[in-house]
Structure formats: structure tokens, C-alpha cells
């Protein structure tokens, strides 16, 4: 079976166990996929009945570590079991632009596919404003709770006044060094170019490597090393050019 075939079948099944397709429609569509009447008619079977049970299914980004699956499994087997909900968790593509297509694709043709989605920091605004996802109330997620996040995730979320996201991972900068090359970490950015003369080419082949590629890993170590030079994390366009004095500063990496 070829991927294609592959996700449409975990598609048809995902809905057929939470009871978004009726038992017609899902031998209709497997076979269009290939699947013979005996197979399609043994995972019709195993598919259980939705009850009473609310079932949420959870379409995240690739999850390479399992983490997602045993989150998933815990979770209904425990606050799920008391409060009746059955979480169905999809994994994701490999690519990041293969998710978004699908995102785009589904939420524009009003889809039923999926309740949760997992998006990156830069897509809560766009999506709330398509009106693809509901905004978080206070009776949903109270604010002194909130309070006791992180806050520039909770910000990253909020648009125009509703919070669209739940923030549940961050990834922030971190800086590693050589400990074979050098004894400890340098305290600035100054230190950092010293160490790189002493030591270049003898023993590295570049002082300091970062992700230069031209998407939006290049921004966020830009806003890193900017930040770490004292300039702000927003310019106005106005003031985004090199003879800004703090931009100037990044000309000596």
C-alpha cells in the first residue's frame, strides 16, 4: 500500500471509530482505495461504536519520539476515562509545508477531519481570523491560569484581544560550545569573537554557525543575536537598515 493510500485509509478509519461515517460510505470509500471487501469488512469490524463517549481526534506535526502517542494513551486512560473523552491523535507529515497544505486545505473546505491541531506560533492570528479555530474563553482555560504561563508564548497567541492558542511546548534559543575546545562558555558576544580569532583555523573550521538558511530558523537567530546586542526584538521598517547602529553591531559576526 503506497503512502497515499495509507493516510486515506487512516483517514476513513479515524472517522468511522468516532462516528463521523456511516458503515456505507466507509466500504464505498475503501474500496475506491483498493481495499477488499474481506479486509475493509474486518476493519469495519474492529471499529468500535462512539456511545456516549466524546471523541476528539488531534491532528499534531511529526512526532519522530512517540511522545505524542503515549501522551494520547495516558490521557484516555485517565482524565478521559473520568470525563468521557476519547482522544484519537494523528501523526503528522514530515514537512512542515506538507501540514500547512493540509491544514489550508481541509479547514477551507469546512472538514470535519479534525477538533485539535497542533500550529506553529506564526499561524494562531491567520487561522483565527479564517475563522478555522474557535478562540480560547476564560471558562476554557480561566486567567490565573494563564498568569502562570510563560508570557511571550500566551502573547504569541493572542490576537486582537482572544486568545486563539494554547501554547504546550517551547523551543528556546540555546547556545552550545566546544568544552574541547574551549573551558567554558563565553559571558558575551565580544568574548565569543575573541575565542573564535584564537582558535580559527587551528582548531575549528568556523568561530560561531548558525541557521542560515533562508526560512524562518534564520529569523529566530537573527532576533537572538540581535536581542543579544541589546537592539529590539521589532525594527520599524523606517529604521531596518544597515547604518541603523545596532544592525551595524551584526556585521561583526
Not at 464505498?28 to 469488512?41: F, K, S, V, W
Not at 500547512?100 to 500550529?119: A, M, V
Request: neutral net charge.
Amino acid at each position: 500500500m503506497v503512502s497515499e493510500q495509507r493516510e486515506l485509509l487512516d483517514e476513513i478509519l479515524v472517522k468511522m471509530r468516532v462516528g463521523r461515517m456511516k458503515r456505507r460510505t466507509f466500504l464505498e470509500r475503501a474500496a475506491i482505495i483498493g481495499l477488499g471487501g474481506t479486509a475493509a469488512l474486518s476493519l469495519l469490524e474492529s471499529c468500535s461504536e462512539p456511545g456516549d463517549v466524546i471523541n476528539l481526534i488531534w491532528q499534531s506535526e511529526n512526532d519522530s519520539t512517540n511522545t505524542y502517542a503515549q501522551l494520547v494513551e495516558t490521557y484516555n486512560q485517565t482524565q478521559g476515562r473520568e470525563k468521557g473523552i476519547y482522544v484519537t491523535w494523528l501523526q503528522g507529515p514530515d514537512r512542515d509545508s506538507t501540514l500547512l497544505t493540509r491544514y489550508t486545505t481541509t479547514l477551507g473546505t469546512r472538514s470535519n477531519t479534525f477538533d485539535i491541531l497542533s500550529l506553529d506560533i506564526t499561524y494562531p492570528a491567520q487561522f483565527g481570523t479564517a475563522k478555522w479555530i474557535a478562540p480560547i474563553t476564560e471558562d476554557m482555560w480561566p486567567l490565573n491560569e494563564r498568569k502562570q504561563h510563560v508570557r511571550g508564548p500566551i502573547s504569541g497567541c493572542t490576537y486582537k484581544g482572544k486568545l486563539w492558542a494554547a501554547p504546550y511546548r517551547i523551543d528556546p534559543g540555546v547556545f552550545f560550545y566546544r568544552t574541547d575546545i574551549v573551558g567554558s562558555p563565553p559571558l558575551s558576544y565580544d568574548e565569543m569573537l575573541d575565542l573564535s580569532k584564537e582558535h580559527v583555523p587551528a582548531k575549528a573550521k568556523y568561530g560561531y554557525v548558525w541557521q542560515g538558511g533562508q526560512n524562518e530558523d534564520l529569523v529566530c537567530n537573527f532576533v537572538e543575536v540581535l536581542h543579544g546586542f541589546g537592539g529590539p526584538f521589532w525594527i520599524a521598517a523606517a529604521m531596518c537598515r544597515l547604518t541603523h547602529p545596532r544592525l551595524w553591531l551584526l556585521s561583526r559576526l
